[in-house]
Nanobody
Framework: QVQLVESGGGLVQPGGSLRVSCSAS?????????MGWFRQASGKAREFVAA????????SYGDSVLGRFRLSRDDAKNTVLLEMNNLTPEDTAIYYC?????????????????WGQGSQVTVSS
């Protein structure tokens, strides 16, 4: 099973950009897994952000980030990258990387059995 570690979160001003990465650790690999990103703001339910199939050919985005966020993967580097642009305070949340081995990019939390620990993203002036 894959072990996931997020990195790259932090503080950014409204309108700015930020990248968060997810890498496989412990000798595991993302190859063959569909990868997803979710986020959870304080006091709110975990929300689907984006997902990408194991081949990278197909992506899916949540309505709130469509057109602003871009998800890609580089299996040679064992990493997926979420590029976030035109950020607003409403994007403030802990961002979680997730994976499943059946190549589903559905937007449900239960679709993904493997999760990272999360990375905080704060959008504030």
């Amino acid at each position: 099973q894959v072990q996931l570690v997020e990195s790259g979160g932090g503080l950014v001003q409204p309108g700015g950009s930020l990248r968060v990465s997810c890498s496989a650790s412990g000798g595991t690999t993302i190859t063959g897994y569909a990868m997803g990103w979710f986020r959870q703001a304080s006091g709110k339910a975990r929300e689907f952000v984006a997902a990408i199939t194991s081949s990278g050919a197909t992506t899916s985005y949540g309505d709130s980030v469509l057109g602003r966020f871009r998800l890609s993967r580089d299996d040679a580097k064992n990493t997926v990258l979420l590029e976030m642009n035109n950020l607003t305070p409403e994007d403030t949340a802990i961002y979680y990387c997730a994976a499943n081995a059946y190549n589903s990019i559905a937007n449900g939390v239960s679709t993904y059995p493997y999760w990272g620990q999360g990375s905080q993203v704060t959008v504030s002036s």
